[in-house]
């Protein structure tokens, strides 16, 4: 594993844990299988903001069946400081999700309140059926159960960046996954 060092602008050490390969890989998987699960239907992703961008838009191109999309954002984050019990939903789907086919798009599911709440609300919308996508799954995080029926990677309980995930709004533009040195 490579190690990279801060630098003038203030960033962090990190290693790299996932190139760029093996989730372009890992991307291409999950856009055949979710393919084959809704051969012949059509579907809607709604991306949690901001953490899917980067996956949301690698996946879509992968899924052979119409799509629409949509985009959500939650936070569990205040001032740098976590708050599990604490989920702010802002913005909201603007379509009619009643009788489709809903899967919402995480970057990463951590403590799994983010995308309960998130399904829980999409639920009251009367969809056909909502499934969740996540590139990353902390499962050793989880705090509330979750159903994610297609994960990319399953992980530890990391700090991990890249490919849409920050610390503190930096390193979302990285092109693979990388953890965070403690130190």
């Given at each position: 594993m490579k190690s990279v060092e801060g630098n003038k602008a203030g960033l962090?050490?990190?290693e790299l844990m996932l190139d760029q390969k093996k989730i372009s890989q890992r991307v291409i998987q999950l856009g055949e299988r979710i393919s084959a699960d809704y051969t012949g239907e059509s579907l809607v992703l709604v991306g949690v903001l901001k953490g899917c961008i980067v996956f949301m838009a690698d996946l879509m191109r992968y899924i052979k069946v119409p799509v629409e999309i949509e985009f959500i954002s939650a936070a569990s984050y205040r001032h740098g400081i976590r708050r599990e019990d604490d989920v702010v939903i802002g913005g909201g789907v603007s379509i009619p999700l009643k009788g489709r086919n809903v899967l919402v798009v995480e970057g990463i599911v951590d403590t799994g309140r983010t995308a309960s709440v998130i399904v829980e609300k999409i639920r009251k919308m009367e969809p056909a059926s909502v499934e969740v996508v996540t590139l990353l799954d902390k499962p050793a995080s989880h705090r509330v159960d979750i159903d994610i029926k297609y994960k990319g990677f399953t992980i530890g309980n990391e700090f991990v960046i890249g490919f849409g995930l920050d610390n503190a709004q930096l390193?979302?533009?990285?092109?693979?996954?990388?953890?965070?040195?403690?130190?």
């Open positions: 962090k050490p990190f390193y979302r533009n990285l092109p693979f996954i990388g953890r965070m040195i403690e130190g």
